[in-house]
């Protein structure tokens, strides 16, 4: 999810402007912010997240990816949706984000569609707090837990492509270099391990990973630490020289349910990116994720916990953001 090289000492140092930021914000929040100006808000979106996943399964994961990518980038504003023009390369157009499932930005836009036809919701709600709200919609309609979403948040001013790079998380990344960009955000070791389990869901492209099975080392071509059958499957997937377009699943085991099956898979060597494996190979995190793959509903609070910190990233509040009338385009 990103490429931050932020020394540990560098991140202590600025702690005060960046990693309790969420915490500052948060009071902003509440659960309740649209209890009298649009009271079923939860419900209209509850209802486009039904409708999309009926018409394409790719919603669930591609929901909550989005929300990843927005939440990372300029933190929680739906600055992710904004579409480019003539004068602004957005950050939907980053080749970062070129693989965001359309899917996702059409649920948000739909749902803010249906919510301002309600002559007493137009223009109250926005566009982030939609995502966050199908966000939390996509995740239980899965199987995974439900939880009451903090909502207030305005969208972001701005999106460019050029503030995407190195502000999300790659799939090469070791266990340092994740739990530095994580704590930038706020979220530590055990949040960051939560998240990560968003890969129940979901595929990749093969040029994501093909390293690992084809050119980790001179000395050993396939990483060693992929289960050697789920290497073959994989290979078989993938060629050398595949097309670009082609994906695999995140989970082969149970890719359509949210579940604490991604750490189970992580015991057998079947984490499909290095920044997965990492999490069972690194002494430092297998612990966590053995104690979630035998226990899954000590992983759904800190998933839940995690989810709810995430969503506190970078709001904007005042006159930082404003409630847009078309999720793709600033007012």
Not at 262 to 280: A, C, E, I, P, R
């Amino acid at each position: 999810m990103v490429r931050l090289h932020i020394l540990i000492i560098a991140v202590l140092t600025i702690s005060s402007a960046i990693i309790f930021m969420p915490y500052l914000v948060s009071a902003r929040l509440k659960t309740n912010y649209y209890a009298k100006t649009c009271p079923t808000v939860e419900t209209i979106v509850r209802n486009v997240v039904n409708q999309k996943i009926q018409q394409s399964r790719i919603t669930i994961a591609a929901v909550l990816r989005l929300f990843f990518h927005d939440c990372f980038v300029e933190g929680c504003d739906a600055s992710v949706i904004i579409a480019s023009t003539q004068g602004n390369t957005a950050e939907r157009d980053h080749p970062d984000n070129l693989s965001l499932a359309g899917d996702g930005f059409d649920t948000v836009i739909k749902a803010k569609v249906a919510i301002d036809a309600i002559p007493s919701c137009k223009n109250k709600v926005s566009c982030a707090d939609i995502l966050a709200i199908a966000t939390r919609d996509v995740i239980q309609l899965a199987g995974g837990p439900g939880y009451q979403v903090e909502l207030g948040r305005l969208d972001g001013l701005t999106s460019k492509a050029s503030n995407v790079e190195g502000n999300l998380p790659e799939p090469t990344f070791n266990l340092d270099r994740l739990n530095t960009m994580f704590a930038s955000h706020g979220l530590n070791q055990a949040d960051m391990i939560a998240l990560s389990a968003a890969h129940t869901l979901g595929a990749a492209h093969c040029a994501k990973f093909s390293k690992r099975l084809y050119n980790f080392s001179p000395k050993n071509p396939v990483d060693p630490t992929l289960s050697k059958t789920y290497a073959a499957q994989l290979q078989q997937t993938c060629p050398k020289n595949v097309d670009p377009g082609t994906i695999t699943l995140l989970d082969p085991t149970t890719p359509n349910t949210f579940d604490n099956v991604y750490f189970k898979n992580l015991q057998k060597g079947m984490g499909l990116f290095t920044s997965d494996q990492v999490l069972f190979t690194d002494k430092r995190s297998k612990g966590t994720v053995n104690l979630w793959a035998s226990n899954s509903k000590a992983f759904q609070t800190a998933f839940v916990n995690a989810m709810i910190k995430l969503g506190r990233v970078g709001v904007k509040t005042g006159k930082n953001g404003n409630i847009r009338r078309d999720c793709g385009a600033f007012n």
